[in-house]
């Protein structure tokens, strides 16, 4: 007599490899729309806050739910507040993702003068900058006075003399933001500037960011 029990078990398992992998794609996908987003730091902008390297997960909720295919938001909460680090679709090309610190919200008038940055008339202190060039005045160190749009930010990078920022290309739209940067989970010295440097630098791992 023919034993023909093995080819339905065979079948059996090939679908349930295939459904397994099909819901871990959905989970994955829906965790990377709605909960958690990775982000790798491939530039300085942010230094010395975020360094070449940084592999950093963005929470997609903090400032609401938003609909993957327009970037409005359907769920809204507070939006970002000052100091937030946030990933966001690029203004001039949305094809590309950046992160920058938000040092205006809507409504504020900014101004920089000599690299100093002023909010509705008053001195901002930010102990989280870099000047790599502090004697010198560049293009970006000077801005005039700029009110910020409704449902627009205001981003610069802590790398002020390093930072293709809102100083240069304008304000954040809201349905850019993907949302706050939360934490390191990886980070990676390349070694580009010192080969003596290559590794895992242990002491960002976990990192919150603030």
Request: aromatic residues 12%; glycine residues 8%.
């Amino acid at each position: 007599m023919n034993d023909d029990t093995n080819p339905p078990k065979t079948k059996s398992v090939l679908r349930e490899y295939v459904e397994a992998i099909i819901v871990a794609l959905i989970l994955a996908l829906i965790i990377r729309t709605f909960v958690i987003l990775p982000f790798t730091i491939p530039s300085g902008s942010m230094e010395p806050t975020l360094l070449i390297g940084d592999y950093l997960l963005v929470t997609r909720f903090s400032y609401g739910v938003q609909n993957p295919f327009t970037g409005k938001y359907i769920i809204e909460r507070q939006g970002p507040q000052y100091g937030d680090i946030i990933v966001f679709k690029y203004p001039p090309d949305t094809s590309q993702n950046f992160v920058k610190r938000v040092v205006g919200l809507p409504g504020d008038v900014l101004e920089v003068r000599n690299k100093q940055l002023y909010r509705n008339g008053e001195p901002v202190s930010e102990t989280y900058i870099r000047h790599i060039f502090p004697n010198r005045i560049l293009p970006l160190d000077n801005m005039p006075p700029f009110t910020v749009p409704e449902d627009q930010y205001f981003g610069m990078g802590d790398n002020r003399d390093n930072s293709s920022d809102s100083r240069a290309w304008g304000t954040i739209p809201m349905e850019n933001i993907y949302g706050k940067a939360w934490r390191l989970y990886w980070s990676w010295d390349s070694g580009e500037k010192d080969r003596r440097g290559e590794g895992l630098r242990f002491n960002r791992l976990l990192k919150k960011l603030e």
